[in-house]
């Protein structure tokens, strides 16, 4: 016998009662929860259109504009129920209550409301003026400004639960019996008047929120715009490169082809060497095309050699060693696979260094050091001073060789050190992180 799902029997619901209880869960969200939360009314920006043309002083107390705007409401609340109450009995207790909801509202905007609408029907009682049912003149007005201000804090949707419940209040005032309800009530007026100022605030608070969308938007798009231009001028400087390098290294690949047969009986050192300046021009083409040709052309399709990894390090050592520099190598620890990016870094920054022991000191020594350690890869490049500095001159090199190490290293969040040795030479420390499987479990 099959169990059927929970929920399986149940009736299915209406549209109108889902919009109901929506209704109702949004109303205890907007009015209920958290009602008398504290929510300090925030000072105004004085970064406007006219308030940063004011001096410092003048600039500063505007920033207290909106508090004293509803200090000056209070005080006029103030004096409108002072004037409309009796004189005698628990009457003059009654005036702080028309006030205190104003006060309020710059502290618990929600909880101001409430204490205003339970305020009416307390000061009503004690009212002196005819027509002035179900709102005293300073409950009107405490009321009004209650309203204005906490539609402004607040969102539109709040704005129309409270006037709701005002409604609400009125019609149940208005078939009640009252204190002048033969003289007529001023419930409509009231809700005419609110509901012209909740529309106004409403309006202002649609008008603002899309003026921060624009806003948010167009600082999108510039970013975008900013964004997209980089990758242009990046990448009309790559095709560029790619243009200039290409052309030049295939110029030097064919001439050191051509060479040994524009001399009778070359010696084998001299052919062995041109044939070595072709392969290195000709494996410096490919990649170069791996790299940029991306952008050359949209329907480039890169080569299916794989990376270099640090397995194909001793043909890079013994390619060094064929352009004229000694160089060991000394591994330590247990060798491992290591993951892509780690192998090729750890490749192109030990070629970078020997490019570098090349260029700068021609006919130094250089020795590669790789440790595997247990939280990733050490690797340290080393050479010593060129024999005859004076006799040599070193090969001009641009400067990037360190900054595209230092890139790489950062890239995998390792650490590099690169300096002068004691001795005169040169030296590069590199350590590259390698999280372990179990690492990556936990």
Not at 288 to 308: H, I
Not at 309 to 328: H, I, P, S
């Amino acid at each position: 016998m099959q169990t059927p799902p929970p929920g399986a029997g149940a009736k299915p619901r209406s549209p109108e009662y889902r919009v109901a209880v929506d209704s109702l869960r949004g109303l205890r969200q907007d009015l209920f929860h958290d009602a008398f939360a504290y929510r300090p009314l925030a000072r105004r920006s004085t970064s406007g259109r006219f308030l940063r043309r004011l001096p410092a002083r003048p600039r500063e107390y505007a920033a207290w504009a909106p508090h004293a705007l509803i200090i000056l409401a209070a005080l006029i609340t103030l004096l409108l129920s002072s004037a409309s109450v009796d004189t005698g009995g628990l009457a003059p207790l009654m005036v702080p209550l028309t006030v205190l909801p104003v006060l309020m509202t710059m502290t618990r905007p929600v909880g101001a409301f409430w204490l205003s609408m339970a305020a009416t029907p307390i000061t009503g009682m004690f009212g002196s003026g005819w027509g002035q049912w179900p709102w005293q003149a300073g409950s009107f007005a405490c009321h009004l400004t209650v309203l204005t201000v906490v539609a402004i804090r607040t969102r539109p949707r709040t704005a129309g639960w409270m006037w709701a419940l005002t409604a609400l209040y009125a019609l149940v005032a208005d078939t009640g019996t009252g204190p002048n309800d033969m003289y007529g009530t001023n419930s409509g007026p009231m809700l005419v008047l609110s509901a012209m100022i909740l529309l106004c605030v409403t309006v202002w608070h649609v008008r603002r929120h899309a003026e921060q969308e624009v806003t948010a938007q167009l600082t999108v798009t510039a970013h975008e715009r900013s964004r997209r231009t980089l990758l242009e001028e990046r990448t009309t400087i790559a095709r560029e490169l790619h243009d200039v390098v290409a052309h030049h290294m295939s110029v030097v690949a064919i001439q050191a082809e051509a060479a040994p047969y524009r001399v009778d009986n070359p010696p084998p050192e001299l052919e062995k060497a041109f044939a070595t300046i072709r392969e290195n021009a000709v494996a410096a083409l490919t990649e170069l095309r791996r790299v940029l040709g991306v952008v050359r052309a949209e329907d480039y399709e890169a080569p299916d050699a794989p990376q270099p990894t640090l397995a194909d390090l001793d043909g890079l050592l013994a390619n060094v060693r064929e352009a004229g520099l000694t160089v060991d190598k000394a591994v330590t620890g247990a060798v491992r696979e290591l993951p892509q990016g780690v192998e090729l870094s750890a490749y192109r920054i030990v070629q970078e260094a020997l490019s570098n022991s090349l260029r700068h000191a021609p006919g130094a020594t250089a020795r590669v050091e790789i440790g595997y350690v247990l939280g990733g890869l050490g690797l340290r490049i080393v050479n010593g001073p060129p024999p005859n500095p004076s006799l040599i001159k070193p090969s001009p090199g641009a400067g990037h060789g360190i900054t595209g190490m230092r890139e790489r290293v950062s890239m995998l969040n390792g650490e590099m050190t690169a300096g002068g040795t004691d001795d005169g030479g040169y030296e590069v420390t590199v350590f590259l992180p390698v999280t372990l499987p179990d690492e990556d479990d936990a």
